[in-house]
C-alpha cells in the first residue's frame, strides 16, 4: 500500500467511535462506559463500532493490549483476534470477555492492517 492510499484509507476511520457497554440492544446502550466491574468468572463486555459510513470491509482484526502495573504504556500484548462485522452497516456490535482485572486498550485495524480506532477499559473490583 503506497503512502498516499494510506493516509486516504487511515482518514476514512477518522470518524469511528469505540463505545463500550454491558449491552447493546435495539439501538441502545445498556450500561455504557469506561470502567466495569470485575467477577469471578471475569467481565464479558459489549464493543460497539460506529462510524459516520458503512465500515466496507468483513473482518477486523482487534488487538487488546494490557497496561503493566506502575507503567503508563499498554505494553502487555493479551490477545489478537478476527471479528466478522457487516460491511454495509455503520454499526457493529462484537464482544470481548476480559479473563484479568486491569487497564485495557483495544486497538480496530482492517484486515489489511488499516488502524480504524483504539479505545481504553478498566476492569476492576
Known amino acids: 500500500v503506497s503512502q498516499s492510499r494510506y493516509a486516504v484509507l487511515t482518514l476514512k476511520y477518522e470518524k469511528c467511535v469505540l463505545t463500550f457497554c454491558e449491552s447493546f440492544k435495539n439501538g441502545e ?11 469471578e468468572k471475569g467481565k464479558y463486555i459489549e464493543i460497539v463500532l460506529q462510524s ?7 473482518k477486523i482484526v482487534m488487538d487488546v493490549w494490557k497496561k503493566k502495573e506502575g507503567e503508563s504504556v499498554y505494553s502487555d500484548h493479551v ?47
Open 29 to 39: 446502550f445498556i450500561n455504557p462506559g469506561s470502567s466495569f466491574k470485575w467477577t
Open 52 to 58: 459516520d459510513t458503512p465500515i466496507e470491509t468483513d
Open 79 to 125: 490477545d489478537s483476534k478476527e471479528v466478522k462485522v457487516d460491511r454495509t452497516k455503520n454499526t457493529n456490535v462484537f464482544h470481548y470477555s476480559f479473563r484479568k482485572q486491569g487497564d485495557y486498550k483495544i486497538s480496530l485495524f482492517t484486515k489489511d492492517i488499516v488502524w480504524i480506532t483504539s479505545g481504553y477499559v478498566s476492569i476492576s473490583q
